[in-house]
T-cell receptor, first 113, second 113 residues
């Protein structure tokens, strides 16, 4: 299995631009998680889906952030408009519901200038 | 709410030294406990886990014992190697939480030859 696949690996954009991060979970996994990692705040759970349905989005910082999971094999995290404080590494992870552990992708390093 | 507290870092050791990384937790129920490791430029990987009190998780020479009485899950290794240099995260998952993990802030371990 290829594992959780995230794209792009690196994204550099200017403040105000729209950013879309993509994730392909492991086949057969039915839970998907988006995390953000920064030096100051560590790993923060932004949102997670179970069977393509958002279960908990309380970690989404504000309305500029949105996430979708149109099918079991694809999810997006969108930031519009982006701001410099959004600079971080964004991780996607998947698991089979009720059976940890999480499998993480290699992350997308976002830099907003 | 649930929380995980890790000792402050970073930690620098010489090769073959003994390692202890402290982790304590707060949870309302009976969580499962995990240690994840993050190598440079990669996502997190599960290192070991324990699902109930007094369980010992072990992998690659690392061990941690689930201590309910002290709400702790300290990570130990008898003899570290340069290749163990990474960031280590303690985490918990509440039973029935669909694998939703709460992470500690992580600690950077550097092992010098």
């Amino acid at each position: 299995d290829a594992g959780v696949i995230q794209s792009p690996r690196h994204e550099v954009t200017e403040m105000g631009q729209e950013v879309t991060l993509r994730c392909k979970p492991i086949s057969g996994h039915n839970s998907l998680f988006w995390y953000r990692q920064t030096m100051m705040r560590g790993l923060e759970l932004l949102i997670y889906f179970n069977n393509n349905v958002p279960i908990d989005d309380s970690g989404m910082p504000e309305d500029r952030f949105s996430a979708k999971m149109p099918n079991a094999s694809f999810s997006t995290l969108k930031i519009q408009p982006s701001e410099p404080r959004d600079s971080a590494v964004y991780f996607c992870a998947s698991s089979f519901s009720g059976s940890s552990p999480l499998h993480f992708g290699n992350g997308t390093r976002l830099t907003v200038t | 709410g649930d929380s995980v507290t890790q000792m402050e870092g970073p930690v620098t050791l010489s090769e073959e030294a003994f390692l202890t990384i402290n982790c304590t937790y707060t949870a309302t129920g009976y969580p499962s406990l995990f240690w994840y490791v993050q190598y440079p430029g990669e996502g997190l990987q599960l290192l070991l886990k324990a699902t109930k009190a007094d369980d010992k998780g072990s992998n690659k020479g690392f061990e941690a014992t689930y201590r309910k009485e002290t709400t702790s899950f300290h990570l130990e290794k008898g003899s570290v190697q340069v290749s163990d240099s990474a960031v280590y995260f303690c985490a918990l998952s509440e039973a029935g939480a669909n694998s939703k993990l709460t992470f500690g802030k992580g600690i950077t371990l550097s092992v010098r030859p």
